[in-house]
């Protein structure tokens, strides 16, 4: 009997010990699983579920009602959500292009012509990128002041100065300039201030796509009578194309969810006839302070699809190419 028991004993210790290896991998992952599915997956479908109602969260979740596309079809017939678009597209491409444009040469001296300087000057130019964005903004607003901002007190100077009145004096007539209050300088202002904050993180991105190319081709090129210039055309470009691709790309999703910069520079309204509202900033006005969550929800989803398409587009003709160039 004493036997029999022992057997089961050892055959139940046994089943539980198969059960704990199988399962125990499965328990140890699942707080990911669970986490992800509450703070991830359930906000994205309650989002999706939630622009095809119409709710004012003030009064509930059971004043929810069902209104199907109405939502996305008034969007494409409000010209405040047409400029938006029409807005963040040109601040993303205004700040966006020269980014990566100045990063990439400024990446290449960094490595090649004042490498013993490279970490220190990478490391101010990266300094930008993980400032906080309100406070940056806050202190371009002062920059761009109307009185006494210092873009507007150097370019008084610049106008008034014996030594270069003759290349800024044809601009005394118009200063000060309102840079935030008249609407053709606002997108300008918030696309310098996007570019001045970002290009250093893309620097730091090429010098570390620099580091991979093999310092054998260029010392092959020196030898072959090949220039810096050409050096830097021939080989850094084609071999530092999937760098660029990965870069325009974060660029691209970045710059279309652009939100505290106009937001502080326009005081939370987008500005003189609205030009410096973008679409996260339409879509935290509709939500947050007209309470049209549905709307709000529907904008979500519309830029979503904005910045999927860009993405694809980008990488059906920059992608494949660039991501090939170096197998």
């Known amino acids: 009997m004493a036997r029999t028991q022992t057997s089961e004993s050892l055959g139940w210790r046994t ?19 669970i986490l992800f599915a509450i703070f991830g997956l359930f906000p994205i479908v309650f989002s999706m579920y939630l622009s095809l109602q119409a709710w004012n969260p003030i009064q509930g979740l059971g004043t929810m009602r069902y209104v199907g596309l109405e939502n996305y079809i008034w969007l494409m017939e409000d010209p405040w959500f047409w400029r938006s678009i029409t807005n963040t597209l040109w601040i993303a491409f205004a700040s966006g292009i020269p980014q990566h444009v100045i990063a990439i040469p400024l ?21 930008p990128y993980i400032t906080s964005a309100v406070a940056i903004s806050l202190v371009f607003q002062t920059i761009f002041g109307t009185q006494f901002g210092a873009l507007n007190q150097a370019l008084i100077y610049l106008a008034n100065a014996p030594w270069s009145a003759w290349l800024f004096g044809g601009l005394a007539e118009n200063l000060p300039v ?11 202002a918030i696309a310098i201030l ?35 210039r050409q050096s830097f055309f021939h080989i850094t470009l084609p071999l530092l194309r999937p760098m ?13 969810q652009l939100f505290d910069q106009p937001f502080i520079l326009t005081g939370g309204t987008g500005g003189t006839s609205q030009a410096g509202m973008t679409v996260a900033m339409y879509l935290y006005r509709t939500g947050f302070e007209w309470l049209e969550m549905g709307t709000a929800a529907a904008i979500s989803w519309l830029l979503f699809l904005l910045i999927g398409t860009l993405t694809v587009i980008h990488f059906y003709f920059f992608g494949r190419s660039g991501l090939e160039s170096r197998d």
């Open 15 to 33: 089943r539980f010990d198969k059960f704990q290896r199988r399962a125990a991998p499965y328990v140890f992952v699942s707080p990911f699983f």
């Open 107 to 127: 990446a290449f001296a960094l490595a090649r012509g004042i490498s013993g300087f490279r970490h220190p000057l990478t490391a101010a130019y990266f300094l």
């Open 178 to 188: 309102n840079w935030l209050g008249r609407a053709p300088y606002i997108k300008p």
């Open 194 to 228: 996007v570019w001045w904050q970002f290009f250093g993180f893309n620097v730091v991105l090429y010098a570390a796509g620099l580091a991979t190319i093999p310092k054998d081709y260029y010392e092959a090129a020196e030898i072959d009578g090949a220039s810096a």
């Open 244 to 256: 660029i691709f990965f870069a325009v790309t974060l660029t691209i999703i970045g710059n279309l």
